[in-house]
């Protein structure tokens, strides 16, 4: 398997009795497949013009198109009406949807772009994660520039 997601389905499945990766509710379960496909499939826009690589790596010094200020206006819009007020997480507790969540918005959120506070600091929070900071801890190349 090569999708993240079908891969985060797989091993959800695959370990019963663990820590799930999905909410065990069934209606927010399928929200947040939703929500993870949306992420990967709509702002293909924003993934484009702020990738994941400048995390690591540091800023892109360029504007945002008009196209990707569009896809994250939609994205503040979807993630502030998912993101109960005072709420840590999407479905009462951490789902792998936060994490993809809290990765899209970093884009911005590394690279300086304005994000609503409370957004900015659903991010933190999830940065903040044993594993993510063990993930990023990972001793990466800075990519070829062309």
Known sequence: MSESSAIAEYLDELSPGHKKLYPQ???????????????RSDLLVVRKERP??????????????????????????????????????????W??????????????????????ARLEAYVRRQWDRDSVRAWMDIERKAPAIA
């Open 95 to 116: 789902s792998i949807a936060d994490t993809d969540l809290a990765i899209m918005l970093n884009r911005l959120v590394a690279n300086g772009d304005p994000v609503p």
């Open 25 to 39: 509710d069934l209606q927010q379960r399928a929200r947040a497949r939703q929500l993870q496909a949306w992420l």
């Open 52 to 93: 994941f690589d400048l995390v690591y790596f540091g800023r892109k010094n360029t504007a945002l198109s008009d196209d990707a200020q569009a896809a994250v206006e939609r994205l503040f819009f979807v993630a502030d009406h998912l993101l109960e007020e005072g709420a840590e997480h999407l479905f009462g507790d």
